[in-house]
């Protein structure tokens, strides 16, 4: 099942998780996390390696299933759904390890988007697809137009991570999941980043996980900390940098 080029984004992007518990084995990663991103919100997740972010994204995504708790958008409940499933309900994501095709032409990868992934639409020309109006102005938009018959290979770091978002977002999510977006990326490369985030729709709610603190406190409107598998604080981004707890915790100074 493939979008419409020309459907615009919906409203929505409500996100509800409730009481999500995950163990692997005797180890619990997550413990009762429950906490929402409203509609349009740009949400951000702090916290050390290891207190459960990514565990906490793969359930939201669907690539793993919870113990207990639920997952919901716009009031659907999508915790026993599929990755697939929840991709046509309006959920999209990237990943921290890129999941590009990357001995495949920039061209090819954009074609991908076009279809739900699956092997008929990796197989269609792709030459003959990018005569589609908005893959190409989302190459455009994402400065790959000039790029389209390179593979994926030679392309830099920052430039891997716009294509990834340029196929995300032509797709129409409601709700976006960015897992570690800016990493390894030059300075120059994660301006660029900030500045695709800022332009993204207002329609789209977005929730980021990243260990630039400063870069997620400039780009949310709302912090949540993960600490030990469980909701230390969340707030406005002056709120919780201010906090002594997740100073303590997270931030690494005592005192400001």
């Known amino acids: 099942m ?24 005797s180890a619990r990663v997550l413990e009762n996390v429950n906490f929402e991103v409203k509609p349009g919100e740009r949400h951000g997740m702090i916290g050390v390696n290891g207190a459960g972010k990514s565990t906490l994204f793969n ?16 009031g659907e409940e999508l915790t026993h759904l599929s990755v697939q499933d929840r991709v046509l309900r309006g959920l999209g994501r990237t990943y921290q390890v890129s999941s590009l095709a990357k001995p495949l032409t920039v061209g090819a990868n954009l074609v991908l988007s076009l279809g739900d992934g699956r092997l008929p639409s990796m197989l269609q020309p792709w030459h003959r697809a990018l005569d589609n109006q908005a893959l190409m102005e989302s190459a455009k938009q994402f400065e790959l137009d000039e790029w ?12 891997q ?12 999510p409601r709700l976006l999941l960015l897992d570690e977006p800016a990493a390894g990326l030059s300075p120059r490369e994660r301006d660029r980043l900030s500045a695709t985030i800022r332009e993204l729709p207002s329609e789209i709610s977005l929730l980021i996980i ?5 870069m997620v406190l400039d780009l949310c409107d709302r912090i949540t900390v ?14 919780v940098a201010s906090d002594p707890q997740v100073r303590d915790a997270y931030l690494g100074y005592a005192d400001a």
């Open 59 to 74: 359930l939201i995504a669907g690539d793993l299933k919870p113990d207990e708790g639920s997952v919901h958008l716009d």
């Open 210 to 214: 990243e260990h630039d603190v400063d």
């Open 2 to 25: 493939a979008l419409r080029p020309e459907e615009q984004y919906t409203e929505g992007g409500h996100l509800e998780v409730s009481g999500l518990k995950k163990a692997f084995k």
């Open 148 to 159: 389209l018959d390179e593979t994926v290979d030679n392309l830099s770091h920052g430039m």
């Open 161 to 172: 991570r716009q294509l990834e978002l340029a196929m995300v977002l032509h797709r129409k």
């Open 226 to 239: 993960l600490h030990q598998g469980c909701i230390l604080t969340s707030g406005p981004p002056s709120v």
